[in-house]
């Protein structure tokens, strides 16, 4: 075990990438960095690290934000519902905890928006403590090196993995050895291709020894995804005006805005879209109406996939069309439509 470790952070010390988050022991850059690198490349993560950074340089400042500025710059980067957390724990840190960071992984977990990664994390880069984190970087490393085949999406999987993780870390340089895993599973035992010709385990990593490498770590069956079918209305009035409107309640896109959009169990044609009810409620007898895009855009998030369709949409002034064209920009906007926008703008 103790072998495990340091021949780990041996490694870590002559490989490890030089990130600007890596600097810093700062727990509210720690935070920022970690939340935003979930679920996103660290290339692309990193200009909106510094971003945020450059304009948020402390936690009142981004509590002072509003979410539609915070959304506006995390707009790209997906799964809003993190900045939305991250907009509201910086406001209970501020106004609550007098800027403060809590310290414990059992203060730091009760915060929105951190779960055990995140808590263990901060709290061993910037508090010391021996809390090991788990992410997909070390599944793939630990039920490789130790050959396990417990479903890593599995609840048993995730206590056995946790456990296990527990009893590697170093206690003296917790920070580190929790970076080193992390870096390890991400530039050298990756998903694809691990690079087991040149690894300080291959003599004790009994996936390489079993040449079980490719099955691990063991995953069970997906997720079904729900295939959704929207067709945005795209309005364009006389007087250069649109309809905008900011999605409600709770979901993907909650507090960014949108066209209207009519979802419907399939694709739509011309001739259905303009005989649903909606589409009647909303647009004016007068209007010419076309489809941009003639192939569906297909947006994929983690258990649905959008099948898009957007509908130009010419009429005539009416009272509903409050926004200005030129105007769109400033407002937050999921990405999807955000690139319908550019390309929109081109076309034209
Ligand atoms: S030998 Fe291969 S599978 Fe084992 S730890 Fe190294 S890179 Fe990963």
Redesign the pocket.
């Known amino acids: 075990m103790m072998r495990f470790s340091n021949t780990l952070i041996q490694w870590y010390l002559q490989n490890n990438r030089e990130l600007p988050w890596r600097k810093t022991k700062n727990p509210y850059f720690i935070w920022l960095s970690e939340i935003m690198l979930q679920q996103t490349r660290v290339a692309q993560g990193m200009s909106y690290y510094l971003k945020f950074i450059e304009v948020f340089p402390t936690v009142f400042d981004l509590a002072k934000a509003t979410e539609s500025t915070v959304l506006k710059m995390w707009q790209g980067l997906g799964y809003y519902s993190r900045a939305r957390n991250l907009h509201f724990t910086a406001n209970q840190i501020a106004s609550e905890l007098n800027g403060e960071f809590p310290s414990t992984y059992k203060e730091i977990i009760k915060l929105k928006g951190i779960g055990d990664y995140t808590a263990s994390a901060i709290s061993s880069i910037c508090f010391h403590k021996p809390t090991a984190v788990v992410d997909g970087n070390v599944y793939?490393?630990l039920s490789?090196?130790f050959g396990i085949q417990t479903p890593i999406n599995s609840a048993t999987g995730i206590k056995e993995f946790k456990a296990l993780a527990q009893t590697l870390i170093d206690t003296k340089q917790p920070g580190t050895y929790n970076q080193a895993i992390m870096d390890?599973?991400a530039l050298?035992?990756?998903p694809q291709n691990?690079?087991?010709?040149s690894?300080?385990?291959?003599d004790s990593?009994?996936?390489?020894q079993k040449k079980t490498?490719k099955t691990?770590p063991v995953k069970d069956k997906k997720i079904k995804v729900r295939k959704r079918y929207f067709n945005y209305l795209v309005i364009i009035s006389k007087d250069k005006k649109t309809i905008l409107s900011e999605r409600k309640g709770k979901g993907i896109w909650q507090g960014l805005f949108e066209f209207p959009f009519i979802e419907a169990e399939k694709k739509l044609s011309l001739e259905e879209l303009i005989t649903s009810t909606k589409f009647i409620d909303l647009i004016p007898t007068e209007s010419t109406i076309s489809l941009f895009n003639n192939k569906e855009i297909i947006h994929k998030l983690s258990h649905q996939h959008l099948y898009t369709q957007f509908w130009i949409i010419h009429t005539e002034n009416s009272s509903k069309t409050t926004i200005q064209w030129e105007e769109l920009e400033t407002y937050p906007v999921p990405i999807l439509i955000a690139n319908f926008l550019d390309n929109f703008q081109t076309k034209k």
């Open positions: 793939r490393v490789r090196y390890f599973g050298h035992c990756k691990p690079l087991c010709e690894c300080v385990f291959n990593c009994i996936a390489f490498v691990l």
